[in-house]
């Protein structure tokens, strides 16, 4: 029978003074609401989806695929605002580093960012 060594077969206690940092509760400020949590997640989709996208179109992706045309039409409102930005014109079907959905993915990054941290400053505490 195998042996435990002696410094795993004992508990250790914490050093001095960290008992109130083990046991202290997060500020209720740090913690998010529903709604909060709800934007995050909705940014969290519409930004993966845009990554989805990226990635399809960075490797020539066509729309022949259902799946494939799904994203592509899910994601393509998302898309036109920032269509104008560059003079790259949309194909599908050839392999594209779409720079426009990386802005649109920083966009709503920092949209999503914006509004949540906008919910915490007038959060009636």
Not at 6 to 13: D, E
Not at 76 to 90: C, D, K, S, V
Request: glycine share 6%; aromatic share 10%; proline share 6%.
């Amino acid at each position: 029978m195998a042996t435990i060594p002696p410094a795993f077969s004992s508990v250790t206690t914490p050093a001095a003074g960290t008992e109130d940092l083990m046991t202290a509760y997060p500020d209720d400020n740090s913690t998010l609401t529903g709604t909060e949590r709800t934007i995050r997640l909705v940014v969290s989709i519409l930004c993966g989806l845009l990554l989805i996208r990226f990635v399809l179109a960075l490797f020539g992706a066509t729309a022949n695929n259902p799946l494939i045309s799904l994203v592509y039409t899910v994601t393509a409102p998302f898309i036109f605002p920032f269509q104008g930005l560059f003079t790259n014109e949309p194909t599908l079907g050839t392999a594209r580093f779409e720079i426009e959905t990386l802005v649109a993915i920083i966009v709503y990054l920092l949209l999503g960012a914006g509004i949540v941290y906008a919910l915490k400053l007038f959060r009636n505490d």
